[in-house]
């Protein structure tokens, strides 16, 4: 991906679509499907299609594809919100932080004896 700059994938039966994150962090613009959680967490990277709709599919790919200059934006800004809310440092530190939080509610434990 690293290479590219269109990652598209409006896939029918993806639930998560972690690999969109790999595409962000290569600064991709994106072509995802206009399904949930799709549309709220990658539409403002690139377009969104109906994957049923070869004809949507094909029009989505086609405003991209036809742009170069949106893109670079789409694709830039995909990677800049990837590595403010998905890289690893920053994930690691948000479960951390849960962990710290949960384990902090936990009664104290008592040694045996």
Request: with cysteine; hydrophobic share 40%; glycine share 8%.
């Amino acid at each position: 991906m690293r290479e590219a700059h269109i990652f598209a994938m409006p896939t029918k039966n993806d639930s998560h679509g972690r690999v969109f994150w790999e595409a962000m962090a290569a600064g991709c613009a994106l072509l995802a499907p206009n399904t949930t959680p799709h549309q709220e967490l990658f539409a403002a990277f690139g377009r969104t299609a109906d994957a049923t709709s070869p004809a949507d599919v094909t029009r989505a790919l086609g405003e991209l594809a036809g742009s170069p200059q949106f893109c670079l934006e789409r694709g830039l800004h995909a990677r800049s919100e990837f590595l403010k809310k998905y890289h690893y440092s920053v994930a690691g530190a948000a479960y951390h932080e849960a962990f710290r939080r949960a384990a902090a509610t936990l009664p104290t434990a008592r040694a045996p004896g």
